[in-house]
């Protein structure tokens, strides 16, 4: 089997990847939806694509995988190699789980990072109403992560929360030490939620990037009490290109609230100093960022060697994302926690792809299925309303 062609749309907000190969296979893969802008990027890898066999997953991947970085720069190779899994498992009649080792268990566990309603304030009573509604919700979630911190808007409702000027800005730019009442309103936001939620659910924490490591342990440590399960990308992570490992493993050492981080983080040479180190308790690669579901697979693995845990990113990452989630955290070892879910949007993702179970979650987690490759498809007809102009001959 041979690529002839790689193609790019933009659906909805996601860049979504099409191999094309001289037998009349297809793979699809699925970029995050913050990252519209990335299909130039992804039309670059076609010429090194072209003739290569697809079922050959290791030897295409070794032509483009060095030619990626950090998120967002690794999103695009990330994509090309869900789609080339998506072939490799249709040509073998498999599900994707087969082909990286079988599957360990049937139903794979995920966590609420997208299931959101909106916030009155951001106060600890604000916070305590959402946990209420989450709970509530349909997908029967068993784990919740919320933003605080430097990680969504909850700074920047006060004046005197933080020391430096806060910067009302995406992509994260606010760093520096917190004043005494911006620590105490983390922890009073903190415990209101634990306090909706009891031992039954989960409670994990994004935090930043941003905090100061005295301020890093001096949260984890207020929190201990509480048994959150992770605090989540204190010092760096989202759009942060570089690894702080001995920091992280500083406030690591000085708590028992377990410490995540990695989701921005691209290849499993960029986690080497994270798990070698002990400089955190949890990863959560995304595979829509790290290098595929193969990449984030081995970073288990290696993570799973040296007592960490595995907890993979994925809030973003489509229905596509979805699938290639289901396939790859079925093979995880037993150090998987669960993914976070990805929910489509606009809602009429759901009328253009196939295949996924209905409905997606039930009690916290998702079945695996077993149809060929990553097993969803696209219903063609109704995506191509969706097509923008440009894209019109993605599916021809
Ligand atoms: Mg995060």
């Known amino acids: 089997m041979k690529i002839t062609d790689l193609k790019c749309a933009v659906i909805g907000q996601n860049p979504v990847v099409r191999i094309v190969t001289d037998e009349g296979v297809n793979g699809y893969g699925q970029v995050e939806s913050s990252k519209p802008y990335l299909k130039p990027q992804i039309l670059f890898y076609r010429e090194l694509l072209i003739g290569e066999d697809p079922t050959d997953v290791e030897r295409t991947m ?25 072939i490799a498992g249709k040509a073998a009649g498999l599900p994707v789980y087969k082909l990286l080792g079988g599957k360990i268990r049937d139903r794979v566990r995920v966590y609420n990072g997208g299931v959101r309603f909106p916030m009155a304030g951001h106060a600890p009573a604000d916070y305590a109403d959402a946990m209420t509604k989450m709970k509530a919700a349909r997908e029967g979630f068993t784990i919740i992560k919320q933003g605080i911190g430097y990680h969504g808007p909850m700074f920047s409702h006060g004046p005197d929360l933080t020391f430096n ?14 004043t005494e009442r911006g620590l105490k309103h983390v922890v009073a936001c903190v415990e209101a939620m634990k306090e909706v939620l009891g031992d039954g659910i989960g409670l994990a924490l994004d935090c930043g990037p941003g905090w100061t490591v005295p301020d890093a342990v001096r949260l984890a440590r207020a929190l201990e009490p509480l048994n959150v399960m992770w605090l989540e990308d204190l ?18 050492q000085k708590t028992s609230t377990p410490i995540h981080t990695g989701e921005e983080i691209y290849l499993r040479q960029n986690f080497m100093d994270l798990i070698e180190k002990h400089a955190v308790n949890v990863v959560g690669p995304d595979p829509a960022d790290v290098g595929g579901i193969a990449e984030l697979k081995w970073i288990a693995e290696y993570a799973d060697l040296h007592g960490i845990l595995m ?49 997606i979650v039930k009690e916290g987690f998702i079945e695996v299925w077993d149809r060929p490759g990553l097993g969803v498809e696209f219903n063609i007809e109704a995506a191509k309303g969706h097509l923008r102009d440009e894209d019109k001959a993605f599916f021809d």
């Open 165 to 178: 000027e806060y910067q009302r800005t995406n992509r994260f730019p606010n760093r520096g030490p917190l």
């Open 311 to 359: 907890a993979p990113h994925g809030v973003l990452d489509g229905l596509i994302g979805l699938a290639a989630l289901v396939q790859v955290s079925a093979t995880l070892p037993q150090n998987y926690i669960a993914f976070e879910y990805p929910v489509g949007h606009p809602d009429w993702w759901y009328d253009i792809i196939e295949g996924l179970p209905n409905p």
């Open 62 to 86: 070794l032509r483009i995988r060095r030619l990626g970085a950090f998120k967002p720069w690794g999103s695009a190779v990330s994509a090309i190699e869900m789609a080339l899994w998506d």
């Open 235 to 252: 010092l760096t992570g989202d759009y942060t290109p570089y690894v702080t490992a001995d920091l992280f493993r500083e406030v690591t």
